[in-house]
C-alpha cells in the first residue's frame, strides 16, 4: 500500500513523532491511523524500557538556602546529556524542586521510610472521632486520614 505525504503529515502532527517512525508505523498498519498511532504508543513504550538502564551522568546541581540558613537544600537532577544539564529550564527545574523541597520541610523520602510506630499513632488519631461508624467507612476515614498524613511527611508521594 502506498502511503501519501498526507497520512504521514496527519499522522506526525497527531503524535509528534518523526518522520521515519511515522512512515514505518503507516507501513506496519496498512493505513490504518488508529492502528499507527497505537504502534507507535507501543514503540515509545519499548523505546522508554530500554532508556531506563542508561547511566544518566550529567547533571545539575541547585541549592535553596532560606533567610539567614536556617533551611538548606541541595537537589542533584540528572540527565543523560550535557547539553540538557545545561539549559536554562533544567537549571530552573533544580532549582524549583529545591525550593518545593524546602517549603514542604518533609521528614521522609517515602513511605517506605516512615517508622511503623508513627503509621500506628497516626491511625489511632485519625480514629478518633469515628465512633458508632460502620467498620467500612471507619477503615476509608482512617486510610484517607493517614494518607494525608503521610503525604505531608514525606517528599514524594505520586499519585497513582
Given at each position: 500500500m502506498d502511503i501519501t505525504l498526507d497520512q504521514i503529515k496527519s499522522l506526525r502532527k497527531a503524535t509528534g513523532a518523526?518522520?521515519?517512525n511515522v512512515k514505518e508505523a503507516l507501513e506496519h498498519s496498512?493505513?490504518?491511523m488508529d492502528k499507527a498511532i497505537e504502534y507507535l504508543r507501543e514503540k515509545g513504550i519499548a523505546k522508554a524500557a530500554k532508556r531506563a538502564d542508561k547511566q544518566a551522568d550529567n547533571g545539575f546541581i541547585a541549592?535553596?538556602?532560606h533567610g539567614e540558613?536556617?533551611?538548606a537544600v541541595l537537589v542533584e537532577l540528572n540527565s543523560e546529556t550535557d547539553f540538557t544539564a545545561r539549559n536554562e529550564s533544567f537549571r530552573e527545574l533544580a532549582h524549583n524542586i529545591a525550593l518545593h523541597i524546602a517549603a514542604s520541610k518533609p521528614e521522609y523520602i517515602s513511605r517506605e521510610e516512615v517508622p511503623a510506630e508513627l503509621v500506628?499513632?497516626?491511625?489511632?488519631?485519625?480514629?478518633?472521632?469515628t465512633e458508632g461508624?460502620?467498620?467500612?467507612?471507619?477503615?476509608?476515614?482512617?486510610?484517607?486520614r493517614?494518607?494525608?498524613?503521610?503525604?505531608r511527611l514525606c517528599c514524594w508521594?505520586?499519585?497513582t
Open positions: 518523526g518522520v521515519t496498512k493505513g490504518d541549592h535553596y538556602i540558613g536556617t533551611i500506628e499513632k497516626e491511625s489511632a488519631l485519625a480514629k478518633q472521632g461508624k460502620p467498620e467500612n467507612v471507619v477503615e476509608k476515614i482512617v486510610a484517607g493517614l494518607d494525608k498524613s503521610t503525604k508521594i505520586r499519585s
